[in-house]
């Protein structure tokens, strides 16, 4: 097992050196001027070289690259350029934020998106199936800005359960459960969706494998069949989906943190962008290049789990 | 037995915790938010973005003020200065400190010092945005603790102007910008009715009442500027009630919808943001005036305004915005006339139309406008090609002089001059050493400019500005097009605690007198 881990890790590192790379030169590539956004528009030529100098922009770019890879493998990624504060610290203020709305989303996405997709295999063509499909693909291909507006108009406007505003502090258990209800039902909605619609098709095909059919020839009740049986074999493709999904939905969620006014990664690195903070965006994408990486590695890991033979390969 | 007392133990907690929390909820909160992302910066002389001038303008005091409400020069009163006296020639000038003025966080009693750092830090570029403002100035020096004497190497329009509770005229306190070096970018500390508590990024900055203000304690104990970049959310937020004060939307339909919500004001006031279409006028085809005027007898000013709505746009009355000292309110503007654009553009050898490049950025307040004007502009023949681009994107490379044609939209210091410099003096010329945001590259009416600027006589520096103002419009180095007002909501709950004409800042002055009910 941990061979299999390390082996993994060893096929990640140069993929990592190589996104940051081209973080590096892409951050850099795109036009716009950090200097501009901090000191405004009626800055004069001689304010923005002060400022770029000071932002240290003025240097070639090969030194900037070599000082951004020396800190990068020296664990250090900088300080932001417009707070002067560390990237590290930037980053653990918001991610619990991040980390529970994703797990969150992730839960509601597995609970109500498994059952949905036996119930829709097992009534193939049937009225449940149907309506299970028509109620995915509504998930699937509603913007989740629309979903999280219509949610706040329906529960924060009518019924005033939940707040506009979802940024509680980090020490009021209750006021932070309001908080993340509504956007973490927001993105669990297209989790649900996307389990429902791969737990469904793998279902099927599993259904039609031929020791399903030799399990009920013998007489094994219908719920066994599929719970114990069917349903083993259906979960890695399941796996695979809420694998990626994962990473996607760390990076996806900026959407739901903005219309919900939440902290998070997403909209660390869209406000970065924003405001050309070279070092920011540079830090969140070895943050995130990382995290995929991780998501992945689990992933790999959860199939060892389900189906041992994995491992042996 | 054990597990009871830990039981016992974690419900006192709990109820500690619930006692505590009594009296914060009993301050007096206010709610705000602000149509951004996030905070630019609070240290005053080093950001000119609109997210961050009106916190700022609740956190920090000048020599003197334009009291609370209005934005015009004849309304300026004491500040931190309670008295001043000026040369006979004007060029020098004393300003009298009141005592007992103290900063934010500990950071002890404003004296003269202070107030010779912060206008010399003002003065510099390498530490300030707002330099040029401060061009005239010879020498800045504390003659004592209490009195501060500048020294200017010509006359200026409106001294008092530059040293108002405005840009580079906000005093910092020395010991603060030393002590805190760059950490000064978000931990700005003042003299005004609020200070700097907490920030959060891409959340919020909080504010705590400065106790010791030099006016009173304020009757707000806290407040919460949140940035909530979409318009939806922060629209939901204010109609659920978690917001007390919100930055609007310049758009009639909005404007609507919320005089139609119950207990909600909006606020709408000065200065007027004037959006110009500017030409370079060195670049072919552009840099044939007839051509140059055939754009602007295409441009239908008020058609645009109909479509922006017209409680918050007024058609342009010149080149420098409406109501601003020195404004031509009568200027020889081209009128809208398509067959005359069509004719000057078969004078200019041109009868077959032109295609002209407009850099463009995506903000669709800005991008919609422009596409009226493209929609106009091909009445007459001539395509108007966008390239559109994210909004920090637009403003570094219209300033690469990239752009045939920039739409850009201001407001300033409501003086003339100021706009006058910054858009049509050649010294501002995109590309120079000296740039500001001279896009059209026009420099016929320098003369005009620099003389007002230094004028004596308001009469003759009125008619300086109104001949600038002629032979711009003349040589049409931009069209003009609409002018908008600030606009802001707030609940019933929040009193001001004065009359809203006009705020520099461009967001309501919260004050030590607004109260929240």
């Known amino acids: ?313 | 037995m054990r597990r009871f007392t830990i039981a016992a133990g974690a419900a006192a907690v709990a109820i500690a915790g619930l006692c505590a929390a009594t009296p914060v909820a009993a301050q007096k909160t206010l709610n705000v938010a602000m149509g951004a992302a996030d905070l630019g910066a609070l240290d005053p002389h080093r950001t000119a973005t609109t997210q961050d001038k009106a916190i700022i303008g609740w956190m920090f005091n000048g020599l003197v003020r334009i009291r609370p409400g209005s934005i015009s020069p004849a309304d300026i009163e004491p500040d931190i200065a309670e008295r001043w006296e000026s040369s006979p020639d004007q060029l020098t000038w004393k300003f009298f400190l009141r005592k007992g003025v103290r900063f934010h966080g500990g950071y002890g009693e404003l004296t003269s010092d202070d107030v010779v750092f912060s206008l010399k830090r003002a003065a510099d570029p390498k530490t300030s945005a707002f330099s040029s403002d401060f061009r005239a100035i010879s020498d800045i020096t504390a003659l004592d603790p209490y009195t501060v004497e500048i020294k200017f190497r010509e006359h200026i329009p409106s001294v008092l102007g530059i040293l108002t509770n405005y840009q580079g005229g906000y005093i910092v306190s020395r010991k603060a910008v030393e002590a805190l070096g760059d950490e000064f970018r978000s931990k700005a500390v003042g003299t005004g009715p609020f200070a700097y508590a907490d920030y959060q990024r891409n959340q919020a900055v909080t504010l705590a009442a400065h106790k010791e203000y030099f006016r009173g304690a304020p009757r707000i104990d806290r407040i919460v500027y949140r940035y909530i970049p979409s318009d939806a959310s922060r629209d939901l937020a204010f109609t659920s009630g978690e917001l007390d004060l919100m930055f609007g939307r310049a758009d009639q339909k909005w404007v609507e919808r919320m005089r139609q919500t119950p207990d909600t004001q909006v606020l709408i006031f000065g200065p007027g943001e004037l959006g110009a279409v500017h030409l370079n006028i060195t670049k072919k085809p552009l840099d044939d005036v007839r051509v140059r005027q055939a754009v602007a007898h295409a441009i239908n000013r008020a058609q645009i305004v109909k479509f922006r709505g017209e409680s918050v746009f007024q058609a342009a009355v010149s080149i420098v915005p409406e109501g601003y000292l020195g404004t031509d309110e009568k200027a020889p503007l081209q009128p809208y006339d398509v067959a005359k654009a069509k004719k000057l553009l078969a004078e200019a050898g041109y009868k077959d139309g032109i295609t002209l490049k407009a850099i463009q950025t995506s903000q669709p307040s800005m991008l919609s406008v422009m596409e009226v004007v493209q929609a106009q502009l091909k009445q007459a023949g001539i395509n108007l090609q966008f390239e559109v681009v994210d909004h920090p994107t637009f403003h570094a490379q219209i300033r690469k002089d990239l752009s045939d044609v920039v739409y850009y939209s201001a407001a300033r210091f409501p003086i003339a001059d100021q706009h006058l410099t910054q858009f049509y003096h050649s010294r501002s010329t995109v590309g120079t050493p000296t740039a500001v945001t001279n896009f059209s590259h026009c420099g016929m009416a320098d003369a005009e400019i620099d003389a007002a600027r230094v004028a004596t006589d308001p009469e003759k520096q009125k008619a300086l500005w109104k001949e600038a103002q002629r032979k711009l419009i003349e040589a049409v180095c931009s069209v003009p097009l609409a002018g908008n007002t600030q606009v802001w909501a707030k609940r019933g709950k929040l009193d001001l605690g004065y009359d809203l004409k006009g705020s520099l800042s461009l967001g309501p002055l919260i004050t030590e007198a607004s109260t929240l009910r």
Not at chain 1, 291 to 299: A, D, G, H, K, Q
Request: glycine share 8%.
């Open chain 1, 1 to 313: 097992m941990i061979g299999f881990v390390l082996k993994r890790l060893l096929v990640a590192l140069p993929t990592l050196l190589a996104v940051l790379t081209i973080v590096f030169l892409f951050v850099r590539v795109v036009p716009g001027d950090p200097a501009l956004v901090i000191l405004g528009d009626s800055a004069t030529q001689e304010a923005l070289a002060a400022m770029r100098q000071q932002l240290g922009l003025d240097k070639p770019i090969l030194v900037q690259y070599a000082e951004f890879m020396a800190m990068v493998l020296t664990g250090d990624l900088g300080r932001s350029m417009l707070t002067s504060r560390p990237i590290v610290a930037e980053v653990l203020d918001v991610l619990p934020y991040t980390i529970e709305l994703t797990i969150a989303a992730l839960v509601i996405g597995v609970v109500f998106g498994i059952p949905l997709g036996i119930l829709s295999a097992r009534n193939r063509n049937g009225w449940a199936d149907y309506a299970t499909r028509l109620l995915s693909l509504i998930g699937l291909s509603f913007p989740a800005f629309v979903s999280a507006v219509l949610l706040l108009l329906v529960f924060a406007i009518q019924l005033r359960w939940f707040p506009v505003i979802s940024s509680a502090a980090l020490d009021d258990p209750s006021a932070r459960l309001r908080s993340l209800a509504l956007p973490s039902f927001n993105l669990g909605l297209i989790m649900v969706a996307y389990v429902t619609r791969v737990t469904r098709s793998s279902m099927l095909g599993v259904l039609s494998e031929d020791y399903i059919r030799t399990a009920r020839a013998k007489g094994v009740p219908a719920r066994l069949v599929v719970w114990r049986h069917a349903l083993r074999n259906a979960l890695i493709p399941v796996v695979t989906v809420v694998g990626l999904y994962l990473g996607v939905l760390i990076g996806n969620s900026v959407l739901t943190e903005i219309v919900f006014n939440r902290p998070g990664l997403g909209k660390l690195i869209v406000g970065a962008l924003n405001q050309r903070d070279y070092t920011m965006l540079q830090g969140l994408m070895v943050i995130y290049a990382f995290i995929i990486v991780l998501c992945n590695l689990m992933t790999d890991l959860t199939y060892g789990l389900i189906d041992p033979r994995v491992k042996r390969t």
